[in-house]
């Protein structure tokens, strides 16, 4: 089960706290973008430094947009506030003239944090905040057809609903 903040702005799992980006998260942002690795099964290369500071900037004023279609979280560890990955829920502005009936999820981990269950928590409280929260009709997500790790997130996190 998953709680929002008091300020609305925040997703608390049993293990883990889905935050909104802020100035400082520029070493979980790169930590990801800039592992070959972690980016193997995303339409993306690599970044730099430098691309991970303006990816950054991006989200961080993604925030601040009216109406909010774009809210990426830092993936915390609740008991440590270690940083172990990003997630988003992205609203489809096509979707109505409200951009508000469904929502693409995703999510990212550092390698230390696979196989764990975070990414199926994560998964879990971001369809839960779209149809409990935002309101949605319709949450999806979208994988590489070889990336069996989210692939069975996505199975997973698609039965019983």
Not at 11 to 35: A, N, Q, S
Not at 98 to 123: C, N, P
Request: hydrophobic content about 40%; overall charge negative; some cysteine.
């Amino acid at each position: 089960a998953s709680a929002v903040s008091p300020d609305g702005r925040s997703i608390v799992t049993e293990r883990l706290i889905l935050r909104p980006f802020e100035e400082g998260d520029c070493d979980i942002m790169h930590r990801l973008y800039g592992d070959a690795e972690v980016m193997q099964y995303t339409p993306f290369d690599p970044e730099s430094p430098a691309q991970s500071q303006a990816h950054l900037a991006r989200v961080i004023e993604d925030w601040g947009k009216t109406p909010l279609l774009s809210r990426e979280y830092v993936i915390a560890v609740r008991d440590s506030e270690q940083k172990i990955g990003r997630c988003h829920i992205l609203l489809d502005p096509a979707a109505d003239e409200s951009a508000g009936d469904r929502a693409m999820i995703g999510w990212m981990l550092v390698q230390e944090a696979w196989g764990k269950g975070y990414a199926t928590e994560t998964a879990q409280a971001l369809i839960a905040y779209g149809f409990d929260v935002l309101g949605l009709r319709e949450v999806y997500g979208l994988c590489h057809p070889d990336n069996a790790a989210s692939r069975c997130v996505m199975e997973k996190t698609s039965t019983g609903l």
